[in-house]
């Protein structure tokens, strides 16, 4: 069992330089004994790509990754020079997390035509892993063309993880792809509609919001407030309709370290290879300094 986290945990607000708060709190999550941390990344704020290589280079030891990059609307070839980049920089220490997005969110945003999902991310990978194989890349896709002259100068066979938990991206993911990021898929739905769908040796790192707190009440009012974004994606309605509950905020592991860490274990106890703790700075730098240390104890 491994435990990492996902940053930024939300208490990053008021920092005057995001990325210098970002790679003090992966120092900090060494330094707590974590043997991850995972970068989000959002259309206007870090590039989580480059802020993985710089916390991996300052930590030796850590592994880093991105939680996810959405594959709309950057060119395969493009996402393939950073992370192999970063694998460098990190002498192999670097995953890049990758997932589809949503439709309804991205589109608007940038203004590029949604390609069939499923297909794309198909396309997608197989063009990742001809750079990362060190192949040629001479690909006309349906969503991709790919015609690169020469091979990678850079090198190294990245890992790819995708942010899949339909049936369909699952099974393009076990074919590949090295494992599945999913996020808000509970214990019941991760055995039930994840774990069956993917071959065995793959890795499954579950995405849990989790906080240790002595005021269990008005943290989970902030995760209701804060969380209610996800309850408008299909996917996510799809996978918490699964798991039988109405609002991400539902599961939100809260409350003392007994709590958390009986909360953290079914999700190994349900096939989770790995767990990546969310939310931990959902209402202060303390509370999350604080779990990342109760955390710290699962698979030392």
Same mark, same amino acid.
């Given at each position: ?37 995972w970068f989000s990344q ?119 993880i995708v942010a899949a ?43 849990? $919001? #989790? ?5 269990? /009440?008005?943290?989970?009012? +902030? =995760?209701?407030? @804060?969380?209610?974004?996800? *309850? ?15 609002? $991400? #905020? ?5 409350? /003392?370290?007994?709590?958390? +860490? =009986?909360?953290? @274990?079914?999700?190994?106890? *349900? ?14 730098s303390e509370e999350r ?12």
């Amino acid at each position: 069992m491994t435990i990492g986290v996902t940053l930024p945990a939300g208490d990053t607000a008021s920092a005057p330089n995001l990325v210098d708060e970002l790679l003090d709190q992966a120092r900090q999550a060494a330094d707590a004994g974590l043997g991850s941390v995972w970068f989000s990344q959002l259309p206007l704020s870090q590039d989580a790509i480059t802020v993985a290589a710089l916390a991996g280079r300052e930590n030796p030891g850590l592994e880093v990754g991105t939680s996810v990059v959405p594959i709309y609307p950057r060119h395969p070839l493009v996402v393939a020079n950073a992370a192999q980049t970063a694998h460098a920089a990190t002498h192999g220490r670097f995953t890049l997390g990758v997932g589809l997005g949503s439709k309804g969110f991205l589109g608007p945003v940038y203004g590029v035509e949604y390609p069939p999902p499923i297909k794309h991310l198909r396309e997608y990978l197989t063009v990742l892993r001809k750079v990362f194989a060190g192949e040629e890349v001479d690909f006309a896709g349906e969503t991709v063309q790919a015609h690169a002259p020469g091979l990678s100068t850079v090198g190294g066979d990245v890992p790819i993880i995708v942010a899949a938990m339909g049936p369909q991206a699952l099974r393009v993911t076990g074919e590949l792809a090295d494992g599945t990021l999913p996020f808000l898929a509970g214990p019941r739905a991760l055995a039930e509609q994840i774990v069956p769908h993917l071959p065995s040796g793959k890795r499954i790192l579950a995405a849990v $919001p #989790a906080i240790v707190t002595d005021d269990p /009440d008005a943290v989970r009012a +902030l =995760a209701v407030e @804060q969380m209610g974004f996800y *309850a408008q994606i299909p996917s996510y309605q799809r996978i918490l309709a699964a798991e039988g509950v109405d609002h $991400p #905020a539902d599961l939100a592991i809260i409350g /003392d370290e007994k709590t958390v +860490l =009986a909360g953290l @274990q079914r999700y190994y106890d *349900a096939g989770a290879t790995d767990v990546l703790v969310s939310q931990t700075g959902i209402r202060s730098s303390e509370e999350r300094r604080r779990t990342w240390e109760v955390i710290s104890s699962i698979g030392s």
